[in-house]
């Protein structure tokens, strides 16, 4: 399962950084993805900077999840027998450990 995990982490990363090549100053990291014992879903979490959109391109990527998961099939097509649909989610790991260090005033060196 981890190798299946790692392989479409991998995969669906360089998707999205081929499609952000045309925004600059937007950065969409890959952070884990996860899929279900049966195959039947991959739980894609994202680290989405600027992190004020965030939102607004989880909507995007979302709305656009069938096309991705096509592009991700013909990538993986020949080393997964079932394709999981994707379902994305904001990993907000980072701004969270970034508000714990301002509480604990480290972020003031």
């Known amino acids: 399962m981890s190798r299946i995990n ?3 982490q991998k995969e669906v990363s360089d998707l999205f950084r081929i499609q952000t090549q045309s925004m600059p100053g ?3 990291t ?9 195959l ?3 739980r894609v979490r ?3 900077f600027p992190s004020e959109k965030a939102e607004e391109l989880l909507e995007s ?13 013909l990538r993986v097509g020949k080393q997964l027998r079932k394709l999981p649909e994707l ?5 907000d790991s980072l701004d969270y450990l970034e508000r714990i260090d301002s ?7």
């Open 6 to 8: 790692r392989l479409i």
């Open 26 to 28: 937007t950065l969409i």
């Open 103 to 109: 509480l604990l005033g480290l972020n003031d060196k």
């Open 61 to 73: 990527i979302r709305s656009s999840a069938k096309t991705i998961r096509y592009d991700l099939g």
């Open 30 to 38: 890959v952070t884990s993805v996860t899929v279900s014992p049966d």
């Open 46 to 48: 994202l680290s989405i």
């Open 87 to 91: 379902t994305f989610f904001i990993d």
């Open 40 to 42: 039947s879903i991959a």
